[in-house]
């Protein structure tokens, strides 16, 4: 195959090992390129590799991101050899730049590269709640393999990432410049969101007021950011560390909810079809809470709902914010794509609250049988 010659000589900055055979494009999140590249070794084997080329647009210091990755990714393949478990194909580990680093950056942008996690996939919907389940395993395994990592060694990645009042006056100034003419359009949705502004905050105001602590969180627990066995189905490696930071346990909790309890994919246009799943929502609070009932403190289990309700509110507000910018930050395929991930978000967030007391009691349930 012939390979493009830019991605070529990128490639060849980094510690590969063998010949460069392939090098595909593969679709992974709304922010970063991604690309699969694979080597043919001396003793005749191939072996995969992820190559990224960060987004600067999100990530405006990408050594501060590499810093973090890099931290946090020796600190969970510790944790795991002191359990005496193999971190191999289990933690993301990256591939050294040659001359020193992990992060190599040219007029073309800032790349890196990890080892590829085999006999895995993603999901972008949820099968079943049992591997739901083990998503929620997997991601409260996560907070409390990091529970005892220094936070103050970790940057802000993106500054004020899950500050959901500081996203409300992004989205104000957005409603108020209205660049691209379309606020008056969407004058539900702007109202829908300035109806829910004072409860949207209390995760802010909690943490400030210090009734929540602040932990080492993913920031960005989609399920497809879980690996999981192709043959098994165990969650072998939670990848997409980007946005790993200081922040709260139910930000983790909520945005997962968000995503894999809906019934309906993130961009559904079809609104009636949008619903919270509860026995998606009982299986993943499951768990994460098997995982973390003694790690956090009562307070944050019994306040993980929450989480639920504002992670899906914040992402309604950013999307529908990106539409009034003009789609700047989210890749689009469709014009409307922005649009309809907000209206999305915006009904699954109705059905949450018509669920709240239920959501809470699961919850309670929960702590009671694991606590
Ligand atoms: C982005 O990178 P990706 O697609 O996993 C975004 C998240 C949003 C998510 C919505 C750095 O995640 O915050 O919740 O899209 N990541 C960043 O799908 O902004
Ligand atoms: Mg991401």
Redesign the pocket.
Known sequence: MTIDSQLQSIIARFDFPGELIECEAIKA????RTYRVRFALPEGDARDFVLQRINTF?FKKPKEVMHNVRLVTEHLCAAMEKQGRDPANRVLRLVPVKGGGTLFEDESGSWRAYDFITHARTVDQVDSPAQFREIGRAFGEFQSMLADFPIEELYDT?PNFHHTVRRLEAFERSVGADVKGRAADVAPEIEAIRARKSEMGRIVGMIEAGELPLRVTHN?T?IN?VMLDEGTGEALCVI?L??VMAGSALYDFG?AIR?GASTAK?DERDLGRVRLDMALFTAYTEGFISETANGLTLRELEELPLGALVMTYE?GVRFLTDYLDGDVY?HIDSPDDNLARARCQLALLKDMEAHRDEMYAVVRELIAKYR
Not at 29 to 32: A, D, E, K, P, V
């Open positions: 999140g709304h922010i970063n999100a993106i960005d989609k950011n997409d980007d946005t945005d995503y993130e992402n989210f």
